[in-house]
């Protein structure tokens, strides 16, 4: 960074200095360090802080400031880990300001929407606010793999609301869709490829499948969410066979499903058993799923979105409300019974990219509307 910069931004660069890569992907470290740094940015603040330890060496920060009502609390939330740097073609841990753009990995996703937490909040205390409910800003671990953070905060969490940072151009995402992956497994019988009818083949058997699951999802288009577009079906992977000359006795597809708000993944899942169960004559089977992650939708006229509408429109945003395909942490509050919006800098098409950004000025007015909402939400 060359010129001066808004604190803020000085804190997004020192976040994208450290090595914060979840330790699951190659080059990663546990969130520990990063967790020192924000701990000791709110210690120095005069901000009380505490750890939950999720993994050794991966703990949660959780920074609080009273509010005037004890009995409200309003999480803001950003996870600390990030994607791998695998096919970058920018240094990731050299943060760069360029034409209104700081660059690094984990610049939009999510480190500039936690800078902006991390001060919306040390600017309430410096100026001796008292904000109306009791503010948490919490920086959770392990969101990119498995999301065992928010799973941790979630373990008797009591709040109002919350907000989760995502790259989501400074737009109110309301609505979220879930992810269920799992593998539909074929076995078939091995023999030598100059006399395959005394085989099975099992990549030709997992043919008719991912055929029969291609028609099943076209049928997916016919219901659409107003803000999430349709369900969607993905065969992103397919494994089988061991050398040319074999007969493969074995074939496997990894499945990556879309959920839309209403679906139950226990109904969804059955759904595809039947569907592999009148696929006739196959030694085929379900594993159980690799992951698990439920839609969000909140309420248009809650007093969350009504509330953060109120703001974004003072500071001259758009308001309207949006969905969103990815995940977040905010499903998971959701379904601990914490109703909540997705909100932050920078765009989802940046994150995980060879060339991570996120642009400067999205910074200074995500941390506007974080303070905005800090005061307003009652």
């Not at 997004?12 to 967790?35: C, F, K, M, T």
């Not at 034409?99 to 939009?108: K, N, S, V």
């Not at 001060?119 to 008292?130: C, K, N, P, W």
């Not at 498995?146 to 373990?155: D, I, N, P, Q, T």
Request: contains cysteine; proline residues 7%; hydrophobic residues 40%.
């Amino acid at each position: 960074m060359k010129t001066p910069q808004p604190d803020v931004l000085r804190t997004l660069a020192e976040l994208v200095e450290i090595n914060s890569v979840n330790p699951a992907y190659d080059g990663g470290r546990p969130e520990g360090e990063i967790a020192a740094y924000i701990g000791q940015f709110f210690r120095q603040a005069g901000i009380e802080t505490l750890e939950q330890e999720v993994f050794p060496g991966r703990p949660n920060l959780i920074a609080r400031l009273p509010g005037r009502n004890p009995a409200r609390r309003l999480i803001f939330e950003a996870h600390t880990d990030t994607a791998g740097t695998g096919g970058m073609s920018i240094a990731p841990f050299e943060p760069v300001v360029s034409d209104g753009r700081l660059y690094g990995r984990g610049a939009c996703d999510t480190k500039a929407g936690l800078a902006a937490m991390m001060h919306a909040l040390g600017s309430l205390h410096r100026e001796g606010v008292t904000p109306p409910c009791e503010i948490w800003v919490v920086a959770a671990a392990d969101e990119e793999h498995s999301f065992y953070g928010v799973r941790k905060l979630c373990e008797g969490l009591e709040a109002a609301a919350a907000v989760v940072a995502e790259p989501t151009d400074l737009r109110l995402a309301i609505a979220s869709k879930g992810v269920l992956r799992w593998r539909i497994c074929c076995r078939g019988k091995a023999a030598h490829s100059s006399k395959p009818h005394l085989g099975i083949n099992a990549i030709a058997n997992m043919a008719r499948v991912v055929l029969a699951l291609e028609e099943d999802t076209r049928e997916l288009g016919q219901r659409r969410h107003p803000l999430l577009g349709s369900a969607t079906c993905n065969v992103g992977v397919i494994q089988g066979g061991r050398q040319v000359n074999f007969v493969p006795d074995f074939c496997a597809i990894e499945i990556d499903r879309r959920l839309l708000p209403g679906e139950e993944i226990p109904a969804v899942l059955e759904h595809y058993r039947q569907l592999l169960e009148a696929q006739t004559g196959l030694d085929a089977y379900m594993e159980p799923p690799m992951l698990e992650d439920y839609p969000l939708e909140t309420a248009a006229d809650s007093a969350l979105v009504a509330c953060a509408g109120g703001v974004l429109r003072d500071l001259g945003l758009d308001s309207a409300p949006v969905g969103v395909p990815y995940g977040s942490d905010a499903s998971k509050l959701a379904r601990a019974g914490v109703p909540g919006v997705i909100f932050g800098p920078g765009s989802i098409d940046q994150a995980h990219a060879a060339v991570e950004w996120v642009e400067c000025d999205q910074v200074e007015q995500a941390m506007a509307f974080y303070r905005g909402l800090m005061l307003r939400f009652e």
